[in-house]
């Protein structure tokens, strides 16, 4: 299976070969794309692509593995030419020469972004130190490294890593930095040990070969992997040749390449590791389109946090709060519009809060994916009409325990429901959790939910709010009418007219 894929396809042993690649993904489960595969004869094989690094006499560098293996480094090695390539490879298994070589973590752990972003400032640090820029006035200089913790024995921690590179891509010009964080889902150490390697030969070969398309290097990083076994959930590009990308788009990328079902972002537009923010923490999430976020929006989280920090079990210091957009918000006519996501993104980041964006259509999956982090407390703040939305059968059809199931993930881990009323606009008439509308077969069953204090009313709610909503707001400033600025919070509507969201235009507005 080392062999070319090219080369075989023109010999006379294809036929076999073929059977040899079925036998191996049948009983080994390991994804080989024929010879022949139209997909694959656009991607260069995990060996042409390590070759053609070690036979670029510009490209040096030091390779730092923890916790799997010189996986990586290995790629490098076995195709020869690697003394071109590599000035040293290095791994610190050991955590007492671990932390002599790049000192201790203040939180006690290995395998954490400031571990790998330790590795990567010590290793170029001493590459250029030991190796005389007089003597290589030619070379990039680059260091990879990766901190991997695989499957447990016990096989209840599947494991995760960090992998990152920092490289030039022209002599004595500033270092750019690429870092991936990494879940896996195989259940063999051998197997995830596999995918770092082949992963990180993709990383090598997209910073060199591909830095002027950030896209095109996220989506070549599962080249020759099954995008089952790995999921990326963070990552972050840096540097001066990476200056116009905005890590939120590639975040973005991520879910629409099912590389992961969900991202983060913090108020300063960095991507962050959803475990990192979310982990033992008390969660209390707000879902909307924020399309633009309103008056109404922030009403709805400042009331239910008040709520819901003084829950027996919550302590404000352990508290995250997350403004969550589901991918099924951002689609229009089965596209996603990034400049629209840009904009929604912009505003909320604005105001001061961390994002999702999920591909959780459904509240239980969203809710089970946040359980994965925490057993505390979590609270989600609901409309009425969303609310009542979630009782609709017709949502649960893929589900094999039906709504029964989902609301059993959904409410088995301490959560609730803060339900923010709505004005029924025939009547005026307030609707709450006391006087909504379900069909008759799911009232008993709200009812248990309802008796059993899950679903908890916010009644000091500002009412001027209830008539403000933003798909009519969205509409006027398309339009170019007056009438929306003051349904806004402070300083978003500048925002919108300076930056020209949501389809404003100037010209358009009159008076």
């Not at 992998?163 to 150490?189: D, S, V």
């Not at 999921?231 to 973005?252: A, H, K, Q, Y």
């Not at 009412?463 to 003051?486: A, H, V």
Request: glycine share 6%; net charge neutral.
């Amino acid at each position: 299976c080392y062999y070319d894929h090219n080369d075989i396809f023109k010999s006379k042993y294809l036929r076999r070969y073929k059977k040899l690649c079925n036998f191996i993904k049948y009983y080994h489960n390991m994804p080989i794309t024929l010879p022949g595969d139209k997909e694959f004869e656009k991607r260069p094989s995990i060996e042409r692509k390590a070759l053609k690094i070690n036979l670029n006499d510009r490209i040096y560098g030091t390779f730092a593995e923890i916790g799997a293996g010189q996986e990586v480094a290995r790629h490098f090695f076995r195709v020869g030419g690697a003394s071109g390539t590599i000035a040293k490879t290095i791994s610190a298994y050991d955590k007492n020469f671990s932390d002599t070589i790049y000192g201790e973590e203040d939180d006690g752990r290995y395998v954490t972004e400031t571990r790998l972003h330790k590795m990567l400032e010590r290793e170029i640090m001493l590459l250029e130190t030991r190796i005389p820029r007089a003597n290589h006035p030619d070379k990039m200089f680059f260091a990879y490294a990766n901190t991997v913790a695989t499957i447990d024995f016990a096989k209840k921690y599947k494991g995760h890593g960090w992998m990152g590179i920092r490289y030039q891509i022209a002599p004595e010009q500033p270092f750019n930095e690429i870092m991936i964080h990494l879940r896996f889902h195989q259940t063999e150490a051998r197997l995830q040990q596999e995918a770092v390697g082949i992963m990180g030969v993709n990383l090598v070969y997209g910073a060199f070969y591909n830095h002027d398309e950030p896209k095109k290097i996220i989506k070549h990083l599962y080249d020759h992997i099954d995008n089952t076994a790995i999921e990326i959930d963070t990552i972050n590009f840096s540097g001066p040749v990476f200056n116009g990308v905005d890590n939120r788009l590639l975040s973005l990328l991520l879910l629409k390449n099912d590389m992961t079902d969900a991202v983060m972002f913090n108020p300063e537009g960095n991507n962050i590791l959803p475990a990192r923010v979310l982990y033992k923490k008390n969660i209390l999430v707000l879902r909307g389109s924020f399309r633009p976020v309103t008056k109404v929006n922030i009403d709805m989280f400042r009331k239910s946090y008040d709520i819901f920090i003084k829950e027996q079990n919550v302590d404000e210091k352990k508290t995250e709060v997350i403004f969550e957009i589901t991918l099924s918000n951002l689609t229009s006519q089965g596209e996603i519009d990034e400049s629209d996501f840009m904009d929604r993104a912009k505003l909320l980041c604005s105001l001061g809060h961390t994002v999702m964006i999920s591909d959780f259509k459904e509240y239980y999956k969203m809710v089970d994916y946040l359980s994965e982090y925490t057993k505390e407390q979590i609270g989600l703040t609901m409309g009425v009409s969303n609310f009542v939305e979630i009782f609709d059968e017709q949502y649960y059809k893929d589900v094999k325990g039906g709504i029964l199931e989902a609301f059993g993930k959904m409410f088995h881990n301490n959560l609730k429901v803060y339900l923010y009323p709505m004005k029924n606009s025939e009547t005026g008439e307030i609707v709450n959790s006391n006087n909504l509308k379900l069909h008759p077969r799911m009232k008993d069953f709200y009812k248990f939910f309802k008796y059993n204090g899950k679903v908890v009313d916010i009644f000091d709610y500002e009412s001027e709010y209830l008539s403000i909503f933003s798909r009519e707001i969205l509409s006027k400033i398309k339009k170019g009418k007056n009438g929306w600025k003051d349904q806004l919070p402070e300083g978003i509507a500048e925002m919108i007219m300076k930056n020209q969201m949501f389809g404003w235009k100037e010209k358009k507005v009159k008076g």
